[in-house]
């Protein structure tokens, strides 16, 4: 017979016997628990009865505030808390970023689509003659937070409180301390900003080349589908080289199954550059786009399209050569920036 105790949290919580008979092979705990610690070793074991959530202390209270997971919840996604306490799935795009208050959105932007962009002022020189008496100089605008304020004297880094004080945007240097003639004062810090959205870099990178004479992709930036919404822009760079001088070249740009450039080139043309700005509103897309080269004439056209965004949206960077050559046309770098709507 066996002497069982079952202890939790520091505390027994129950005990019982075990009747153990001599076997020649493993016995189960099953078999062997009597139920009632109170019969004693003399009682014969019984069935087994289970210890109910009540008879553990504390238990249900640590099972109160366990987050569980909500009606609502499917994955794979990432895990947040709903205000119920429970474990939900986070809503969005798959490259959406989670803010702390577990809603999602583009990733660059703030709250609901829109934050105060804070701004980065390097190398100012503040207004006021360096005469060896004037202590009072102003700076363009006003640090914030007034700790990121670097105001270098002839390179030194000048000490806060030592070297100067700051009220605002003013700055009044302390008597032993004046900025004298010829001396060269800088001033790096960063501000609250005027509001506004941060860009937001959808891809940037270099591209492949191709000899073949049909259209050939060289490079694409894919956007997720809801990415895109009405006020958003994006911005788009390309820059091509022709390896060869025999056999022209084309160059092609397209965004979702708009055609926006079609430009040859010409075969003493090595170098060719592609600018796009597409907006978006409420009945489509509007774009201009500019191109040129060497000896490629500059040339600018616009246009529209009604692309569906709620759908992945591709920019594709296409290229060609004007008939067959061993010669190649490459896509050395390519960039696609989004400016979102507030």
Known sequence: ??????????????????????????????????????????????????????????????????????????????????????????TGNPDDCIRVDGSTGPCGSGGGGSAVVGTFVDGETPSGAANGSNAAYTLSQTPNPASSLLMYRNGILQKRLVDYNLSGSAITFTSVSIPQPGDILLASYRTAGTGGTLPQVLCTGTGGATSASSGTSLGACSIPGGLLRTGDRIEIVADYSHEGTAVGYQADLRFGSASILSRAGGAGSSRFTVRASIGFNSAGEQWSVQSWGQSVAFAADLGTSAENLSANQSVDFRGQMSSATTETVTLRNYTVIRYPAP
């Open 1 to 90: 017979y066996c002497s069982v105790r079952y202890v939790s949290n520091g505390d027994i919580q129950c005990s019982e016997f075990w009747a153990v008979p001599p076997s020649n092979s493993a016995v189960r705990v099953r078999d062997i628990r009597i139920p009632d610690p109170l019969l004693g070793p003399s009682a014969q074991s019984g069935a087994v009865t289970g210890i109910e959530i009540a008879d553990v202390n504390g238990l249900q209270t640590a099972l109160d505030v366990r987050p569980v997971a909500a009606s609502t919840f499917t994955g794979p996604r990432a895990a947040i808390i709903n205000d119920q306490g429970q474990i939900d799935g986070a």
